[in-house]
């Protein structure tokens, strides 16, 4: 089983490579199963329900989010009804959605994806690792592959999730800096780990936004409304390979043989 995950998609420059590159990916490398990281698909900031339809439609089967999930007020009405957008999982209990999507993949095979937000340096939500625990508990023995976008900002907190859960799911991928680690490996229980996959928009700024903007934040400090950026659209992944025939993990889950960065660029 292939599976892409397409690291954080910021604005419309990341909207469009996707829209732009995502079909022939698929056929070309033979996907089996689509996971985005969606909350800056809104200039940005969030995601709205129309964006959530056009990148469901584009080919994406489960969007993730982030700290960012909440930045549309729109969506809040909307994420009940959409069981394939995601916010993280251990957001206070009471908010709408869920961190949480089994469905079955083209290939037939059942899947899960569970979405985590770290709290180092981040709002002080509840517990990453207790609720992976209670999360994946609730995940059918049928469900072959479990997936898990570990949303955070440091990379010891994505990495302690990544041994936390070695044996237990398939991947870990880190997902929220925007910048691209190249620590991509698959750990001795056979689940798949990257610290931080990057994002999908435009590197011409910084981590997706106009670098004047930014650059004159850090100098006076005062509040201030970024723009994306330009330039230098680039779509940051990962393809994780499943071991189809080996012994299932501890869980009773699919291994990963490998896992691999890509990185497309516009034409
Ligand atoms: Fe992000
Ligand atoms: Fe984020």
């Known amino acids: 089983m292939r599976v892409l995950f397409i690291g954080d998609i910021v604005g419309s420059p990341g909207r469009q490579i996707v829209q732009h590159r995502l079909a022939d990916i698929v056929a070309q490398r033979q996907i089996d199963l689509v996971i985005a990281n969606g909350e800056n698909s809104a200039s940005g900031f969030g995601i709205t329900p129309r964006l959530a339809e056009e990148l469901l439609n584009m080919g994406i089967d489960v969007l993730t989010g982030g700290n960012h999930s909440w930045d549309r007020r729109e969506i809040l009405e909307y994420m009940p009804h959409e069981s394939r957008l995601l916010r993280p999982a251990n957001f206070p209990d009471g908010n709408p959605g869920s961190g949480l999507y089994v469905g079955t993949a083209k290939n037939g095979v059942k899947y899960a994806v569970l979405n985590l937000q770290g709290r180092v340096f981040m709002a002080s939500i509840d517990d990453p690792f207790r609720k992976a625990d209670s999360e994946l508990a ?130």
Request: net charge negative; glycine share 10%.
């Open 138 to 267: 609730k995940i059918p023995a049928d469900v072959a592959f479990v997936f898990v976008d570990m949303h955070a900002e440091t990379t010891s907190e994505k990495l302690a999730m990544g041994w936390y859960l070695d044996g237990r799911v398939t991947a870990v991928v880190g997902t929220h800096t925007h910048v691209t680690t190249a620590d991509e490996h698959v750990l001795p229980e056979g689940t798949a780990f990257i610290t931080d996959v990057g994002m999908t928009g435009p590197h011409g700024g910084v981590i997706g936004m106009d670098r004047q903007g930014i650059i004159r934040k850090f100098l006076d400090g005062l509040p201030a409304r970024f723009e994306v950026a330009s330039g230098d659209v680039q779509m940051n992944c990962v393809l994780i390979e499943t071991a189809d025939e080996a012994p299932r993990n501890a869980a009773g889950r699919l291994r990963a043989r490998s896992i691999e960065r890509l990185r497309f660029l516009i034409d």
